[in-house]
T-cell receptor
Framework: DTGVSQNPRHKITKRGQNVTFRCDPISEHNRLYWYRQTLGQGPEFLTYFQNEAQLEKSRLLSDRFSAERPKGSFSTLEIQRTEQGDSAMYLC???????????????FGQGTRLTVV | GESVGLHLPTLSVQEGDNSIINCAYSNSASDYFIWYKQESGKGPQFIIDIRSNMDKRQGQRVTVLLNKTVKHLSLQIAATQPGDSAVYFCAENTGGFKTIFGAGTRLFVKA
């Protein structure tokens, strides 16, 4: 499978614990995105990388959230001191940067479902 | 502010009929629009896209219509099949990297 891969698929954690999710984008894609999705809602943008540079963070991304993409390939999203409100599906997506600089569709992974108890 | 919304949260159609899912957007600066399909427990899957210099684009069994005058987007699915049952999201992009999603429409296909 050469699509976007996310691990783990499911994570249950106790409130106050730290969690880390991993995303492996499609190999030739230099754009990587993290989104959060709660039940019945569309995905909400969290952050964006172009290669290894994190170019924007949503105000939804509190200080407890940090994302990295150290070598411009895989990315990690860490949530520190988890709260029950962090329970959601965390989606990663990637897209290529077209030669004309135009946006193209993002390809999503299966997501990591986080449950904070 | 920027927003993408949908007229109907749920749509029920008979197998074989055509489906039309509507979407309204508020940012007139948006220049790229995408429809995604999301099945339960899966990530959104790209269906079709359209740029603002077009008003219609066709794919296999799907057509997207864009009316920039009233800021309206629609997805038409021909000969709807049970496998089309899912939540459909329209999404917009304003020329940057951030794609904004609407809340989604759940499509039920009755056999």
């Amino acid at each position: 499978d050469t699509g976007v891969s996310q691990n783990p698929r499911h994570k249950i954690t106790k409130r106050g614990q730290n969690v880390t999710f991993r995303c492996d984008p499609i190999s030739e894609h230099n754009r990587l995105y993290w989104y959060r999705q709660t039940l019945g809602q569309g995905p909400e943008f969290l952050t964006y990388f172009q290669n290894e540079a994190q170019l924007e963070k949503s105000r939804l991304l509190s200080d407890r959230f940090s994302a990295e993409r150290p070598k411009g390939s895989f990315s990690t999203l860490e949530i520190q001191r988890t709260e029950q409100g962090d329970s959601a599906m965390y989606l990663c997506a990637s897209s290529p940067l077209s030669g004309a600089g135009m946006n193209t569709e993002a390809f999503f992974g299966q997501g990591t479902r986080l449950t904070v108890v | 502010g920027e927003s993408v919304g949908l007229h109907l949260p749920t749509l029920s159609v008979q197998e074989g009929d055509n489906s039309i899912i509507n979407c309204a957007y508020s940012n007139s600066a948006s220049d790229y629009f995408i429809w995604y399909k999301q099945e339960s427990g899966k990530g959104p899957q790209f269906i079709i896209d359209i740029r603002s210099n077009m008003d219609k684009r066709q794919g296999q069994r799907v057509t997207v219509l864009l009316n920039k005058t009233v800021k309206h987007l629609s997805l038409q699915i021909a000969a709807t099949q049970p496998g089309d049952s899912a939540v459909y999201f329209c999404a917009e992009n304003t020329g940057g990297f951030k794609t904004i999603f609407g809340a989604g429409t759940r499509l039920f296909v009755k056999a």
